[in-house]
């Protein structure tokens, strides 16, 4: 079980934005450690979407922000498409388990 | 533009070990300092598990649940790194991902590029 908890689906309709959650504790995202986001398309590699917690890379829409506040991380999504149905996962560093994690993933789903 | 290609058995019986191979093409794994490069699996229909990242020098970051069976190196004359796991058993069956890991101090790294991923079964 990932230290990193996120909904396991979000849904909206298309033009809508949908927030992903992803809840930490003191030990990562409470201790200052930076939130990155990946999206994972059905059957494909997983893709940089958000790094530095609200850093966007080359070629990702502006449409897609990310944030952090406390202990607590979030992914926006604005003017839903059917392209962005798929499984984001936020990631960062947990200092007790002195490693990497991934949150538990949430499927977002274009009514 | 970096290019990551896994290889290797997608078929492994329990209790041997399973290697894969990652080639990087496009980019010199030397060029920069700032870049790890590592391991990421997905259990069928599970989320992402972080394994471990390598450093061109060879400095390695393992996450704790696979420390005692995991080893990554790094062949910097083929520009390429690798993976191993001893002892695997039917829960290591997954997709394996190689990614090169963008990192600016303790605990920041993340996952700019990735390879497609290859899977590998566990089973007799």
């Known amino acids: 079980q990932s230290v990193l908890t996120q909904p396991p689906s979000v849904s909206g309709t298309p033009g809508q934005r949908v927030t992903i959650s992803c809840t930490g504790s003191s030990s990562n995202i409470g201790a200052g450690y930076v939130v990155h986001w990946y999206q994972q398309l059905p059957g494909r590699a997983p893709k940089l979407l958000i790094y530095g917690n609200s850093n966007r890379p080359s070629g990702v829409p502006d449409r897609i922000s990310g944030s952090k506040s406390g202990t607590s991380a979030s992914l926006a999504i604005t003017g839903l498409q059917a392209e962005d149905e798929a499984d984001y996962y936020c990631?960062?560093?947990?200092?007790?388990?002195?490693?990497?994690?991934f949150g538990t993933g949430t499927k977002v789903t274009v009514l | 533009q970096v290019q990551l290609q896994e290889s290797g058995p997608g078929l492994v019986k329990p209790s041997e070990t399973l290697s894969l191979t990652c080639a990087v093409s496009g980019y010199s794994i030397t060029s920069d300092d700032r870049y790890f490069w590592g391991w990421i699996r997905q259990s069928p229909g599970k989320g992402l598990e972080w394994i471990g990242i390598i450093h061109h020098t060879g400095t390695t970051y393992y996450n704790s649940p696979l420390k005692s069976r995991v080893t990554i190196s790094v062949d910097t004359s083929q520009n390429q790194f690798s993976l191993r796991v001893t002892s695997v058993t039917a829960a290591d069956t997954a997709v394996y991902y190689c990614?090169?890991?963008?990192?600016?101090?303790?605990?920041?790294?993340?996952?700019?590029?990735w390879g497609q991923g290859i899977l590998v079964t566990v089973s007799s």
């Open positions: 990614a090169r890991a963008s990192c600016s101090g303790g605990g920041t790294c993340y996952l700019d590029q």
């Open positions: 990631q960062s560093y947990d200092s007790s388990l002195s490693g990497y994690v």
